[in-house]
């Protein structure tokens, strides 16, 4: 199976190839990897890209099973521009597209990381809180605890974050990018019939922000 990863949710440019048909042995799989730092203009950049990495990974649009793409919360142009080129390479391609969380692939990550570290298979008990800039004074945020209270990402202000480092004493993340060879796999896990439970629809805490100009 080949997917293809694309995230612009939160900032800057990722691209990434999960592919077995480039793997010597077809029961594994290659990683190849993109990451274009840019403030702007990632509807210009995404789609060429995207093209690199099929490229350098000698395969083609047409080898494609499957498109996983971030889905929020983030930006909210970024947010937009990734869903909306998922879904038109998708279709064009005849293929599905599934989308994931940013906070649940950086939480989802970093409690692998830390159960392999310590070659243990249940979930760790330090708490772990994600957290991605608004870039208006507070957060949006994710624990450990709230996915396992089914409670869905929220806004955090500074003081409930350092309240939260205060009397929880867990693991705080900030500034994370979604990784996308995570999210990669964890598509490549899912049955055909769970693909319904990934829309790429997007996840907005907060309405975009619109500053309506007064006219003279």
């Not at 692939?105 to 994600?130: D, F």
């Not at 004074?137 to 996915?147: A, N, P, R, T």
């Not at 003081?159 to 990669?184: Q, Y």
Request: aromatic share 6%; proline share 5%; net charge negative.
């Amino acid at each position: 199976m080949n997917i293809l990863a694309i995230d612009v949710a939160v900032r800057d440019i990722q691209v990434g190839l999960l592919a077995t048909d480039t793997a010597q042995d077809r029961q594994e799989s290659d990683f190849f990897y993109a990451h274009i730092e840019t403030e702007r203009g990632q509807a210009e950049q995404l789609v060429p890209a995207m093209a690199d990495i099929l490229g350098h990974a000698g395969l083609s649009p047409k080898s494609l099973n499957l498109i996983a793409v971030t889905r929020g919360p983030g930006s909210f142009t970024g947010v937009r521009i990734g869903l909306a080129t998922a879904r038109s390479f998708a279709m064009a391609l005849d293929i599905e597209a599934v989308g994931f969380s940013t906070l649940e692939l950086i939480l989802g990550a970093e409690q692998q990381a830390t159960q392999s570290k310590h070659h243990v298979a249940a979930a760790i008990s330090e708490p772990i809180l994600a957290l991605i800039d608004t870039k208006r004074g507070d957060y949006y945020g994710l624990s450990s605890d709230m996915v396992l209270n089914q409670q869905n990402a929220r806004i955090f202000t500074p003081e409930e974050v350092e309240d939260w480092r205060n009397k929880i004493s867990g693991k705080i993340i900030c500034a994370a990018l979604p990784p996308l060879e995570h999210m990669a796999r964890l598509a490549a896990s899912l049955k055909t019939t769970d693909h319904r439970h990934y829309p790429p629809t997007p996840i907005y805490i907060r309405e975009a922000e619109i500053h309506q100009k007064t006219l003279p």
